[in-house]
């Protein structure tokens, strides 16, 4: 099994703040998911990364995956409330890092 | 609606009975998979199934839990003589495939069932 570590745990910011969220692990992947759960809901997927240094942008999200393939991270831009909720990384081997909550405040 | 389901969305039971959950992949899925999630905390996995096999359920406590996926029919995971620890939200996932990674692999969610036990 392939851990993924994420971080910060817990973040909370002020609208229109930018954040930086990481997912890290020792091991090496063949792609990594994003996904934002919202509460009472499940995940939904946000963007899957498969090559090494690849940037991704979807509006204000910008994930990056290493050029190793063993970390993302996802850069939010002028963070809006809507962007609340918990931010899960997965790896190909079906395990989920234990996300990072984040609280967007008006 | 090709997205996945679950029912019931919430589930009742007292400690000793049966819970039953369901899951029907999006259409064209054939990769099942149910994850546990207790309140504040991340998806922790528990099984993965295709058609008629159990392809890894390492994550799947050894007694009292099983899951089946059908020829026909929904995916089913079982929990017999539930206790209050069970209580949790049960999430089920479908995917295209699964090899060496990638968007075949994606997995999509559906909205989870909260099995409640009192």
């Known amino acids: 099994t392939q851990l993924l570590e994420q971080s910060p745990q817990f973040l909370s910011i002020q609208e229109g703040e930018n954040l930086t969220v990481y997912c890290n692990s020792s091991?090496?992947?063949?792609?990594l998911q994003w996904y934002r759960q919202e509460p009472g809901e499940g995940p939904v997927l946000l963007v899957t990364?498969?090559?090494?240094?690849e940037v991704k942008k979807l509006k204000r999200l910008t994930f990056q995956f290493g050029d190793a393939r063993k970390d993302s991270s996802l850069h939010i831009t002028a963070a809006q409330t809507g962007d609340t909720g918990l931010y899960l990384c997965?790896?190909?081997?079906?395990?989920f890092g234990a996300g990072t909550r984040l609280t967007v405040k008006p | 609606n090709a997205g996945v389901m679950q029912n019931p969305r919430h589930l009742v039971r007292r400690r000793g009975q049966e819970a039953r959950l369901r899951c029907s992949p999006m259409?064209?899925?054939?990769?099942v998979y149910w994850y546990r999630q207790l309140p504040e905390e991340g998806l922790k996995f528990m099984v993965y199934?295709?058609?008629?096999?159990?392809?890894?359920e390492s994550g799947m406590p050894k007694e009292r839990f099983s899951a089946e996926f059908p020829k026909e029919g929904p995916s089913i995971l079982r929990i017999q003589q539930v206790v209050r620890g069970d209580s949790a939200a049960y999430f089920c996932?479908?995917?295209?495939?699964?090899?060496?990674?990638?968007?075949?692999?994606?997995?999509?969610f559906g909205p989870g069932t909260r099995l409640t036990v009192t």
């Open positions: 996932a479908s995917s295209l495939s699964y090899g060496t990674g990638g968007f075949a692999y994606e997995q999509y």
């Open positions: 091991s090496v992947f063949s792609s």
């Open positions: 990364v498969v090559t090494g240094g």
């Open positions: 997965a790896g190909d081997d079906m395990r």
């Open positions: 259409k064209g899925h054939s990769h």
């Open positions: 199934l295709q058609k008629e096999n159990i392809i890894d």
